[in-house]
């Protein structure tokens, strides 16, 4: 990015940091933006695009989207966001919530019966926007009564910016709709931006990949930073005292990572350390600490089952009979049986002595660990239809 570039950046966007390398995925993004409002405010309904956005963790997928709400909102779009959560995969409909509840309750209530329509007893209790009547409701009426719900709130808001974050951690219920939403935006003025983690969507995801496979225009991979914009962050950090040779290690231990660089520039300075040559050598051990690698980042990998048996475990102490651990765990045998397998010693046999090696301190009594959701280290064609002003609104009974 040259430093006129950075600037007018800076200037436009006072409150985002600087966005090194992503100038293709800002200007695709504010080309689908600018094209959404001025084709809607000529009168166009089938508008809808599409941005996709996938990287390793750390590599600014979340600073995208951010960027997209900023130059959304720049342009008095409506924006729904959502985040799927590591830890909320198993709550239907969680990330659906997130996206679209927000907006709806700033309805007016007439408005909000408006959104619902016939649907209120189907898709508002998913939406958490109507208490659950208890009784199990056919999941392709909801899914119907959903497509019914979206297409009246693009009505009301339109032109309508959508942001979904952490794909890769949606609850399935939310990750089916979004797949099927996806491929009807097209018919309505909305531009879906969706981010997740390369390599980390879950099977059941088919759909959406063959979206994206569908759609490479679309798509962009992030890569980590080149050594002179990872320079550039260091600098900024260290502006006068950075040396070359210092920065360029920097980039070698990151592999050019933003947040792991961001990371490792707060731990330099935390501990004293000068940018210069002489302390090249001690970059790559303080990046593997940047990175969260310590004991807690290990028992987090464990999953709470584990750590529930060998917390029993530990308390038969020598006399560990698999039985009963799995009974204190609460578990059943069956969800045991893979917890046995990952210690050698209970492998073998039934009654194992060994003694489980977790040390009770501040940070195993908080358990689950709070994830830092930073373990998975390691543009187009614009739509130009212009068609007739109606609204088509599937499920409409
Ligand atoms: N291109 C970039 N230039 C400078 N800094 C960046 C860039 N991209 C990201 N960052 C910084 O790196 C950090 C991590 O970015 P971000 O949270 O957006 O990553 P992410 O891809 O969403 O990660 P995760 O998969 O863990 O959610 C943030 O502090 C962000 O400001
Ligand atoms: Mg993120």
């Known amino acids: 990015m040259s430093d006129r570039e950075s600037k007018k950046e800076a200037d436009e966007a006072p409150t985002l940091p600087r966005l090194y390398e992503r100038d293709a995925a800002i200007s695709a993004a504010e080309a689908a933006i600018d094209a959404l409002g001025r084709e809607f405010a000529a009168g166009g309904i089938e508008l809808g695009s599409l941005l996709l956005y996938s990287g390793k963790a750390g590599l600014g997928k979340t600073s995208m989207l951010r960027r997209v709400r900023m130059l959304a909102g720049r342009q008095g779009l409506t924006v729904c966001s959502g985040r799927a959560g590591e830890q909320r995969g198993n709550e239907p409909f969680y990330l659906l919530r997130q996206l679209l509840l927000p907006e709806l309750l700033r309805l007016e209530p007439e408005q909000r019966r408006e959104v619902l329509g016939p649907w209120h007893d189907i898709a508002g209790p998913a939406i958490g926007l109507v208490v659950p009547t208890g009784e199990r409701a056919d999941p392709q009426s909801v899914r119907v009564g959903l497509d019914y719900v979206m297409t009246q709130l693009a009505r009301l808001k339109a032109p309508l910016v959508m942001l979904v974050d952490d794909l890769q951690w949606a609850d399935l219920e939310s990750l089916g709709w979004l797949e099927s939403f996806a491929q009807r935006c097209p018919e309505l003025p909305v531009l879906l931006a969706v981010a997740w983690r390369s390599g980390e969507l879950p099977e059941q995801a088919q759909a959406f990949r063959a979206l994206v496979a569908a759609n490479p225009h679309r798509h962009l991979e992030f890569k980590g930073l080149q ?73 987090a990998k464990l999953g709470v089952n584990t750590f529930n048996f060998a917390q029993a475990a530990a308390m038969l102490n020598t006399q560990i009979a698999i039985p009963v651990a799995t009974r204190i765990a609460g578990m059943t045998p069956a969800a045991a049986a893979p917890r046995r397998r990952r210690s050698p010693s209970c492998a073998a046999s039934r009654c194992c002595t060994a003694r489980p090696r977790v040390r009770w301190s501040s940070s195993t009594r908080c358990w689950p660990p709070r994830s830092t959701s930073r373990s998975g280290w390691a543009c187009a064609p614009r739509c130009t239809a212009r068609p007739r002003r109606s609204w088509s609104t599937p499920g409409a009974r």
């Not at 550039?232 to 070698?252: G, I």
């Not at 731990?267 to 051990?285: A, F, M, Q, T, Y």
Request: hydrophobic share 45%; charged share 25%; proline share 5%.
């Open 227 to 299: 050594p002179k914009a990872t320079e550039k962050l260091v600098r900024e950090v260290f502006p006068d005292t950075a040396e070359d040779s210092f920065c360029r290690q920097v980039w070698a231990v990151t592999d050019g990572n933003p947040f792991l660089v961001n990371a490792l520039l707060a731990k330099l300075r935390e501990s004293g350390i000068e940018p210069v040559h002489e302390n090249v050598l001690l970059l790559h051990d303080l990046a593997a600490e940047a990175q969260g690698m310590d004991r807690e980042y290990w028992l």
